[in-house]
């Protein structure tokens, strides 16, 4: 019986998924509403996504209290939720929300000091301000400098 169940969900699975299905396991019946949300790629702490999502956040978190970043202090917060082990295997993605972190770090510093160094208030001339910033800043980029303009005032 539980073998018709687990090559039901499997195919359930397969066609819900369709070819990145190639790595499904079969698992126990009992487990089913867990792995099924492993499956879907949810809910899952080993999920890579979800580790980057969370290793970015505690950048975020620790550069609230301090300005210098680093792995080596970033550890202790990862440590909170993560085996020793598990970090040092997960060390070159770390390492790389790190520098994702530290890139809009400085360009959020970028932009708030030349939004500082203009003088004008964004809400009393937000057309002089934008035109006057984007002699600074790519085009591509000039929705978020504005997003952080206006989400730091």
Not at 22 to 34: A, R
Not at 96 to 111: A, G, L, P
């Amino acid at each position: 019986m539980n073998a018709d169940i687990d090559t039901q969900v499997l195919s359930v699975a397969t066609q819900v998924i369709g070819l990145g299905a190639k790595w499904l396991q079969p698992f126990d019946v009992e487990d089913t509403f867990n792995n099924n949300l492993r499956l879907l790629g949810r809910s899952d702490p080993l999920n890579p996504r979800h580790q980057k999502k969370a290793v970015i956040a505690t950048c975020w978190n620790f550069l609230e209290t301090s300005d210098h970043l680093s792995y080596e202090t970033l550890l202790p917060l990862l440590a909170e939720d993560y085996e020793p082990r598990d970090m040092e295997g997960f060390r070159p993605h770390i390492e790389k929300c790190i520098r994702h972190v530290m890139h809009e770090f400085e360009f959020k510093e970028r932009v708030v000091e030349a939004y500082d160094k203009f003088g004008v208030s964004i809400h009393a001339d937000k057309a002089t301000v934008m035109r006057a910033l984007s002699k600074n800043f790519p085009r591509g980029e000039m929705k978020k400098v504005y997003a952080i303009i206006v989400g730091n005032r």
